[in-house]
């Protein structure tokens, strides 16, 4: 989101979903990578794909939701500008 411009005024996005597989076994320090690319922009939602590897093996693979949601914290439409950055 850094990289997109879209840290500031970035909003609340709880997650609605979320789903791992564990591969392989991790351990405390591992030095990790993790992969991350929106899968599909919703109306109001936005999922994510993801993995983590360690030395180029993926140990974790996951997916998960995140829905914008307004001040009393009902779903709300995604701003114009996060839907055009992340499409």
Do not use: C
Not at 10 to 29: I, Q, T
Request: proline share 5%; aromatic share 8%.
């Amino acid at each position: 989101m850094r990289r997109l411009g879209l840290l500031e005024g970035w909003g609340s996005y709880p997650r609605r979903h979320v789903e791992a597989d564990y591969l392989n076994v991790l351990v405390f320090e591992d030095e990790v990578e993790v992969r991350l690319r929106v899968e599909h922009v919703g109306g109001t939602s936005i999922t994510y794909v993801w993995d983590i590897a360690k030395a180029g093996d993926v140990y974790v693979q996951g997916r998960h939701t995140v829905v914008h949601v307004d001040e009393p914290g009902r779903a709300s439409p995604l701003p114009e500008g996060v839907r055009a950055a992340l499409t």
